[in-house]
């Protein structure tokens, strides 16, 4: 129970644009904190965004400008909006979960590459 799915996942061309969706099933995660990390092949995972449960958001620099961490609480759904994708962006997208001991946990990834 509250296990995080990521959706969205895919292949794009440089310069285009997806979302990923996070969503928990039967888990209410409106209370927590939110983020996304990538781990690109053969590098460490990276955190890129993380909005709280206020709705504060912060995004690394390498992303900042091109991607939007938001969630809907309605939908207890959070969203990583990616614009101007680069071959760079390429790497498995995870979703993450935290703000206390209910909260955390970890989505099993979304493949997200990106080609020139």
């Known amino acids: 129970q509250g296990q995080l799915v990521e959706l969205g996942g895919g292949a794009v061309q440089a310069g285009g644009s997806l979302r990923l969706p996070c969503t928990a099933p039967?888990?209410?995660?409106?209370?927590?904190?939110m983020s996304w990390y990538r781990q690109a092949a053969g590098k460490q995972r990276e955190w890129v965004s993380s909005i709280t449960p206020s709705g504060t958001a912060t995004h690394a620099d390498s992303v900042k400008g091109r991607f939007t961490i938001s969630r809907d609480l309605a939908k207890d759904t959070v969203y990583l909006d990616m614009t101007s994708l680069k071959p760079e962006d390429t790497a498995e997208y995870y979703c993450?979960?935290?703000?206390?001991?209910?909260?955390?946990?970890w989505g099993q990834g979304t493949l997200v590459t990106v080609s020139s």
């Open positions: 039967g888990f209410t995660s409106n209370s927590c904190v």
């Open positions: 993450k979960r935290d703000g206390g001991s209910r909260c955390y946990a």
